[in-house]
């Protein structure tokens, strides 16, 4: 069975600092991709960056990278330079790309970040 | 997110009502992904629809709850006689083409009173 697993259910990050949020995930498939989302307090769900994988540089989208080890099964979310509004609920998801997965996808619990001032 | 829009942003409803939740995804797209997410949970898979089709409904629970997405209209989810453990945010996702992320709508926040 898949399962992806987030350890830290809260973190705490001085702002203009780097932060990881750290993500694993459990599947027997071998092609499959890899997910963060932000979810704020106005609770809506933001996709932030996507791991293929196959892919094999890690992802990177503006301040936000991913540090895919894949024999270690983890997805780690690397924040640069956290600003106040980085502050909200972060989401680990996987989806199998083929076999009896229609595409959806599978999340963690979340990490709750607070930027401190 | 203004690409798929769900409605009401928020619905109460008393213990035995019945719940429509209703989701349009983005102009173009026949599919939609609905999630449930408790309280201080993240979100789990319920149904996969297509248009005038269900194709994976092995997240929905087997009983008071129904999916549809019609030929015309929104996609319905449809919650039954709910009672306070229905009580999460639903939200639906599709999947735009070219891109690997999910969209997700604003979700709806239902509370069952």
């Known amino acids: 069975a898949q399962k992806i697993t987030q350890t830290q259910p809260g973190m705490f990050v001085q702002e203009k600092e780097a932060v990881t949020l750290d993500c694993t995930y459990d599947?027997?498939?071998?092609?499959?991709?890899l997910f963060w989302y932000k979810q704020p307090s106005s609770g809506e769900m933001i996709f932030l960056i996507y791991q293929g994988s196959y892919d094999e540089q890690n992802a990177t989208e503006g301040r936000y990278s991913l540090n895919f080890q894949k024999a270690r099964k983890s997805a780690n979310l690397v924040i640069s330079a956290s600003q106040l509004g980085d502050s909200a609920m972060y989401f680990c998801?996987?989806?199998?790309?083929?076999?009896?997965?229609?595409?959806?996808?599978?999340f963690g619990k979340g990490t709750k970040l607070s930027v401190k001032p | 997110n203004a690409g798929v829009m769900q409605n009401p942003r928020h619905l109460v409803r008393r213990r035995g009502q019945e719940a429509r939740l209703r989701c349009s995804p983005m102009k173009g797209h026949s599919h939609v992904y609905w999630y449930r997410q408790l309280p201080e949970e993240g979100l789990k898979f319920m149904v996969y629809l297509q248009k005038e089709n269900i194709i994976d409904e092995s997240g929905m629970p087997k009983e008071r709850f129904s999916a549809e997405f019609p030929k015309e209209g929104p996609s319905i989810l449809r919650i039954q006689q709910v009672v306070r453990g229905d009580s999460a945010a639903y939200f639906c996702a599709t999947r735009p083409a070219g891109s690997y992320g999910y969209t997700f709508g604003s979700g709806t926040r239902l509370t069952v009173v």
């Open positions: 998801a996987m989806r199998a790309n083929y076999g009896g997965s229609q595409g959806n996808l599978i």
């Open positions: 599947t027997s498939d071998q092609s499959y991709g």
